[in-house]
């Protein structure tokens, strides 16, 4: 008997009695075991968001997905992530790096011109300051390197001995 498969559409031959046993007991008929397990399959064709190709997942897998993104492989995900989940996004994020990323921007030396300590400072006497007093606020424009006499003058109005010679040392606004 000629019949037609449930999944793919195909006609097929299959014995009469099969036939009568799938109407009586409402199943549905198949061309092949592919199709079978095709049917059985709950999920959807996805598209990669990085990617694009498609790609096939179970609705499970599709409601798991925190950001709603979906993806074909472990590095199109990495992709992505490495994009998005950067400083205080990133799970193991502990604090901003600032005073690596201002020693880097402006060298290892006070900013002060009036600095009364040594050009040649070791880098463990370098402070890095926030010109506005804001401690989150780590852009870089708000940051200045300044070694612990300066700072020390800036932030707890210590006066230093530049100071006391008429000279004011030019650090930003303080607290």
């Not at 993806?71 to 604090?95: L, P, W, Y």
Request: one cysteine or more; a positive charge; aromatic letters at 6%.
């Amino acid at each position: 008997m000629l019949v037609t498969c449930a999944k793919c559409g195909i006609q097929c031959e299959k014995l009469e009695k099969h036939v009568r046993y799938a109407v009586k007991h409402n199943y549905k008929l198949y061309c092949s075991r592919a199709c079978v397990y095709q049917s059985r399959e709950t999920g959807d064709e996805v598209i990669c968001v990085t990617c694009n190709k498609s790609v096939w997942r179970a609705r499970s897998q599709q409601t798991r997905s925190k950001s709603g993104n979906l993806f074909c492989s472990r590095s199109c995900a990495t992709v992505i992530n490495n994009k998005t989940k950067v400083g205080e996004k990133h799970h193991a994020f502990k604090g901003a790096d600032y005073r690596g990323r201002a020693l880097k921007a402006y060298g290892a030396r006070c900013v002060n011109s009036n600095c009364p300590s040594p050009v040649d400072l070791p880098v463990k006497l370098l402070d890095v300051d926030h010109i506005d007093g804001n401690r989150s606020n780590n852009d870089i424009a708000n940051l200045q390197v300044l070694c612990v006499l300066c700072h020390a003058a800036k932030t707890r109005e210590v006066v230093l001995e530049c100071q006391t010679q008429g000279e004011s040392p030019d650090l930003g606004s303080g607290h």
